[in-house]
C-alpha cells in the first residue's frame, strides 16, 4: 500500500482537528475526502503530507512512517497540490515547474540533467501547457495557473499526489478538464490520488472510493454507490437530498436542509 494512516490524530496547537483516522489505500487509487466545512478534510492532507505533525498515530509511505524519513525522500514520493498556493514573481511556467525537480538532486548540483529536463518536458506535456512554457506565471488564467501548479508536482514524479480543493475558484469547464487530466494520469500512470473536494457530485463522479468526515472523524468510507445513501449524507452534510442514476453515475440533489 502506496499510503496508509493508521490512528492519525492531530491539529493546530493543543486544539484537535483530525482524531483516530484509519485509512489506507492501493496503488492507482483515487481517495476523495468530503464533508461539510470545518470536518478536517484539509487538515488531513496536511497530516499526511508533514505541512502539520500528528499529535497521535502515523502516517506510512511504502510502510514506512513518514516522520522518519527525510523530507527529500517524502518529496520524491509524495506531492502536494495546495488550495491557494503561493504565485512566485518573476518565474516562468518552466522554471515553475523545474523546481519540481528540486528533490531528486544532490545538493551541489544547481542545473537540471537531461532526465530532469526530460521529466520538466513530460510534466508540461501532460498539462497541456507547451504553448506556456516561457510565459510568466503570473500571466496565466486561473485554470492555466491550477495545471501549472500540477505540472510543477508532477515534474516530482511522486507515487502519491495529494490535492485540497483543486477545482476551487474554476469555472465548470476548466473543474472537468482538470479531473479529467487527473482521471487520465491516475489510469495510464496508476497515480495515486487523494483529493479534497467540496463538490460531492464530482467526487462521486471520478473518485474510487469516497471518505467521508464528520467532525474530525471518519464517518464512512467505501465506494460512492455505498456511502450516496440518504441517510448518511443527512448526517454527514445536514441535508436532505434525492439519489439519482445519471450518464456519468450516481449523483446527489440537494433537496433542503435536514429539519425543513
Not at 497521535?56 to 522518519?68: I, M, P, S, W
Not at 504553448?131 to 485554470?143: A, F, M
Request: aromatic content about 4%.
Amino acid at each position: 500500500m502506496p499510503i496508509e494512516t493508521q490512528h492519525l490524530a492531530g491539529g493546530y496547537g493543543t486544539k484537535p482537528v483530525v482524531r483516530d483516522i484509519n485509512l489506507a489505500l492501493q496503488t492507482g487509487e483515487w481517495l476523495s475526502l468530503v464533508g461539510a466545512n470545518g470536518s478536517g478534510k484539509s487538515t488531513f492532507l496536511k497530516l499526511l503530507c508533514r505541512i502539520l505533525n500528528p499529535t497521535g498515530g502515523v502516517v506510512l509511505l511504502d510502510g514506512k512512517a513518514v516522520r522518519d524519513l527525510p523530507p527529500n525522500v517524502v518529496a520524491q514520493k509524495m506531492a502536494i497540490l495546495p488550495q491557494q498556493p503561493t504565485i512566485p514573481a518573476g518565474l516562468s511556467v518552466y522554471q515553475l515547474v523545474s523546481l519540481g525537480r528540486t528533490p531528486h538532486q544532490p545538493w551541489w548540483r544547481w542545473e537540471l540533467d537531461a532526465q530532469d529536463r526530460q521529466k520538466v518536458d513530460e510534466a508540461i506535456a501532460q498539462t497541456r501547457l507547451e504553448d506556456h512554457r516561457d510565459r510568466l506565471v503570473t500571466q496565466l488564467s486561473g485554470g492555466e495557473r491550477q495545471r501549472a501548479f500540477l505540472a510543477l508536482a508532477l515534474a516530482q514524479d511522486p507515487k502519491v499526489l495529494l490535492l485540497d480543493e483543486p477545482t476551487t475558484y474554476l469555472d465548470i469547464n476548466y473543474q472537468l478538464q482538470l479531473l479529467e487530466l487527473l482521471k487520465r494520469l491516475n489510469e495510464e500512470q496508476k497515480l495515486t490520488i487523494i483529493t479534497v473536494l467540496h463538490d460531492i457530485n464530482l467526487a462521486a463522479r471520478y473518485s474510487d472510493r469516497l471518505a467521508l468526515l464528520k467532525g474530525g472523524s471518519l464517518y464512512t468510507v467505501g465506494k460512492p454507490a455505498e456511502v450516496l445513501i440518504p441517510e448518511t449524507i443527512a448526517q454527514v452534510f445536514g441535508v436532505r437530498v434525492a439519489v439519482i442514476k445519471t450518464p456519468v453515475g450516481l449523483q446527489i440533489c440537494p433537496l433542503a436542509p435536514v429539519g425543513l
